[in-house]
């Protein structure tokens, strides 16, 4: 792969396109060890707290695997059902030639200087891998941690739901209390082959002098589902990302889901662009985001390039206490006979329905956090109800905050 | 017992009601008849506490406790609830989680309650989210069901509604106030009526709903002014024929 590290070395001071600019080389890319654990238990009961808090099940119960890596060292992966594989992506481009032709292959390495640090700097990320018509019973979790303070994490995923295949990925990305400062870019790309199923939940849990900077692209071929639902209730400095979805085969879904906190201090641009590239594709894009003092711009674009697809874009933004929501909805139809719509808002929770759940014996702050919750509660159809219940109780916990 | 003495109450620079008197005792229901804009709906909601209808003299009293400026849940909290006639809809709140909030904490049968209200399909769905005039008024009722206030305050219960749902939402209503007919081991009719502790104030304009539920007065009002107040039905053939300018005329 010296092709790929030229690339990266030739864009290693490519600004993104969007975004604060971050300076790099003010945190550390060194490696720090971390002991491999075999049993979740016996981590730390304070980075456990916060393994949870990103939706890690640390008695791996209800899962069909587990990845977790803290700051540059993997310390825990294993896949536990049969036609499932969990593999440290260093491991695996060492080991097999599948996971080399799907490395970089939808992400370009020199996109910006985030990719290609990420390409001279690679701290491992997970391979999950659902085999041809593997069905997955339980989510799989992965975790990627920050615990050691100034650090600069550079991950690589590769999730790939092979043909007829049903993969469900639970990602909680966390810091430890003791970490202040740090640095975030992992690298996703998401293969959802014919016929198969691909959920992918993610739940961020920064701290408030935290960047991160994802960088994903996915594609979804012919009769495909891709349910992306990302959650960012908590404090980060600065959150950028535009993750991308392309709909190759006929008939291929994709559909995202947002839920954003901005709190003081805070500032998040997160997008998300489909596009339709193949007859009867669909695509929706649903974002709820909530500010009392942070920034935050949702961007959404759908672009149709042939007859006969569907997307719609829906954007909703409340303001509790201060702070700025800029809505960006795009559509590009590209063809005769596509159908797109988008909806956007940006409101003030209403008097109304706050004195109309009064009148039914709520307190104000009662009625208010109810409303609030609901505001960000959306239905996703497709998807199992135990992640359901994971993204109901990330909302519940930081809802509670919020107010 | 609600007693109301010479309220006046303004909305934004408007009086809207003025030298309002009125006096319900338990177990009594009355009916409020009224033009358009006659003030009908700012009583109501006077009475439950709306902050933009501004009380600005006069006094409101129920259970002996002065509620003119308590806050809105905290008379829901003392036994007042209502029926609108076009609630808000709150995106993401199921039917079923609001009915669980009208019942306090209160273990309730939801799935029971939707049921004699037809209204089982509708838990699931986000409250009032694109319900039709007659969902709304069952969805209200079920909610009444689980929040079992003691003065009852109907906004045009009977508005929207088709034919076939009007006798189940007249009889629910009249249920709720404790005034539907029904058998009880070891109780006569009279005793049940005596018993009656529920408190009603129903604003009708068609008068369908008096088809279903007895009520002890009727009062009307004109101009932010209550004019007149008699036996309920006698109040709605003399409007039916004579109409309100008329019917006013007969000031008690």
Redesign the interface.
Known sequence: MPDLKEKAREAKDKKAAIGPDVDLASFTAEPVAHAYVKDLKTLPVIDQGRLIQAGIDTSEGGRSGTYIQMDTAVVHAHAKQEGLEVIPIKEALKKHAWAREHYWKLVAVDADKYTAAAELNLHDGYVIRALPGAKAVWPVQACLYLDKDNISQYVHNLIIAEEGSELHVITGCATSPRLKRGLHVGISEFFVRKNAKLSFTMIHHWAEEVMVRPRSVGIVEEGGLFLNNYICMKPVKSLQMYPTTHLVGRGAVARFYSILVGTPGSEMDVGGRILLKAEETRAEIIARAITNGGKIINRGDLIGEVPGIKAHLECKGLILNGGVIHAIPELQGQADGVEMSHEAAVGKIAQEEILYLMSRGLSEEEATSTIVRGFLSVDIPGLPPQLKAEIDRAVDLSSKDVM | MLLIEDLQVKLGDREVLRHIDLQIKPGETHILFGPNGSGKTSLLMTI????QYRVTAGKITFKGVDITNL???E???LGI??S?QR???????KTR??VQ??A?GRDVDVEGMAATMNFQDFLER?INAGFSGGEIKRSELV?LMA?QPDLLLFDEPESGVDLENISLIGTTISRLLQRDIHPEPGKSQLQRKKERTKMGLIITHTGFILDYVTADKGQVLFNGVLSCSNNPTDIFLCIKEMGYEECVKCQI
């Open positions: 439950m506490g709306y902050p806050p809105i849940h008379r829901a909290r609830g209502m609108y609630p808000p809809t709150v995106n993401g709140l989680q609001m909030i009208c306090g986000d909610q929040q």
